[in-house]
């Protein structure tokens, strides 16, 4: 799958529903979606490798902030 | 890693034992409702089975022995190998094992001993018990698997408390005549070995004042240094990467595909997890059973129980191909392809 910050975004607001559709910006910080734990972070991990095969760790999660961050750290992953 | 094969030992059949207190996920209250149904959804596990104090691994196991043994009719002088996996033994010392020889009434001449693994217990245990009985002729053994980890977690702690439940299992095996393998592949990466850890209590840090003093790490974990912590995130990274990659080697190896295997019963972590190996690996969800729902993660316990209460009718008539796959505290991860034929499975017990 091709990997665009928009189809990247629109992922996110599909797969975790409580955000609401359009909200997400690349500059909004992840940690700032309503209700954010673990579990968002776990459905990003999951994200990340089944739709781009790219592995995320752990740090990864921990040290980016913003969307578009997660986003250049996929994209230099992708397998 | 390891690759290697045993034959000429059989699974006879297997049981297990849960207590029958059982505690839901709708009502832990340390978290909101919004996280709570996201919990539930990501994780998959709505209820867990809760040990009253006092209650050990070794009575659950014991209980299922006593059940297993009686099915299949077995005399118990020929059972002559006991092994017991846990991380919740009876004492620090001796081994749990050995004094489940004698409750049991196994022959003195039984070997017995404890192995520390977790939730890849139950495939190592497995390839230790085959690799023994063909080595010193044992005809009938007994690996029992299992932990009581609720007597382990903090309430206060969003990321443990929910997860787990406890349980144990027991699964028969003697020497046969069949040309079946069991084929292995087992791993290790001590580099992680602080991402599932129950930091005090052992001889690096014995228990001292700051123990049981209990700490907030971040907002909804609080904890004492008795208590297990989990860094689910890099556990999470660790599993879909490592299990895909061995569990497509030992297909490799064993020169199998996907479409031959009946069954792919892995370790009952979390849900999302789980599925994601089980997508990477292109395997059908109808032969990916699941116990999580009703019983959470039952760390060595969680493979014979999933199969105890999920696949028993499936399993007692006929052969099935079975891959089976446990992964987490250690690092530690290992898969095992199995042939099983007409297994002797009690239904779950509950004590």
Redesign the interface.
């Known amino acids: 799958m091709t990997l665009t910050l928009e189809s990247f975004i629109a992922k996110l607001e599909e797969e975790i529903d409580?955000i609401p559709k359009g909200s997400l910006k690349p500059d909004t910080n992840y940690r700032d979606i309503k209700?954010w734990?673990?579990?968002?972070?776990?459905?990003i991990?999951?994200l990340a490798?089944?739709d781009y095969n790219a592995?995320?760790?752990?740090n990864d999660?921990?040290s980016c902030n913003t969307v578009s961050e997660l986003f250049n750290v996929i994209k230099s992953k992708i397998a | 890693m390891a690759l290697f094969a045993a034959d000429k030992v059989k699974i006879s059949g297997l049981s297990a034992c849960v207590p029958k207190k059982q505690e839901s996920n709708l009502d832990y209250d340390h978290i909101?409702e919004?996280?709570r149904e996201?919990?539930i959804k990501?994780?998959g596990i709505k209820t867990r089975r809760i040990a009253e104090p006092g209650v050990t691994t070794s009575d659950l196991c014991f209980e299922a022995a006593t059940k297993l043994i009686s099915d299949l009719k077995w005399n118990k002088e020929e059972i002559t190998l006991l092994i017991f996996i846990s991380q919740s033994r009876d004492y620090f010392l001796p081994s749990t094992a050995i004094i489940l020889q004698d409750r049991l009434d196994l022959p003195k001449s039984t070997v017995a001993f404890d192995i520390s693994l977790g939730c890849s217990g139950f495939t190592y245990g497995l390839s230790i018990t085959a690799s023994m009985m063909k080595t010193t002729g044992i005809k009938k053994a007994l690996l029992m698997v299992g932990d009581i980890s609720s007597c382990s977690l903090s309430y206060e702690d969003?990321?443990t408390y929910p997860l787990f439940g406890d349980a144990g299992a027991v699964v028969a095996l003697e020497l046969s005549e069949s040309d079946d393998k069991m084929i292995f592949s087992l791993n290790s990466d001590g580099s992680g070995h602080q991402a599932i850890i129950i930091p005090d209590g052992g001889l690096r840090f014995p228990v001292n004042n700051d123990t049981y003093k209990m700490v907030e790490e971040e907002k909804?974990i609080k904890r004492n240094r008795r208590n297990l912590w989990l860094?689910?995130?890099?556990v999470?990274?660790f599993s879909?990467?490592e299990v895909p990659l061995s569990i497509a080697e030992l297909l490799n190896y064993s020169k199998l595909t996907v479409s031959d295997l009946d069954f792919f019963v892995m370790h009952q972590a979390?849900l999302?997890?789980n599925?994601?190996i089980r997508?990477?690996l292109k395997i059908e969800a109808e032969k990916v059973p699941y116990s999580l729902k009703d019983y959470g993660n039952t760390s060595s316990a969680s493979i014979p129980l999933t199969m105890v209460t999920q696949l028993r009718e499936q399993l007692s008539s006929g052969r099935k191909n079975l891959l089976l796959s446990g992964f987490g505290v250690g690092l530690s991860w290992g898969s095992v392809i199995v042939t099983t034929s007409d297994l002797v499975i009690p239904e779950i017990i509950e004590i």
């Open positions: 409580t209700d734990s673990s579990m968002h972070a776990l459905i991990i999951a490798d089944t592995v995320l760790t752990g999660l921990r | 909101s919004s996280e996201l919990l990501t994780t969003k990321s909804g860094n689910g995130l890099d999470f990274a879909v990467k979390n999302l997890m599925e994601t997508k990477k």
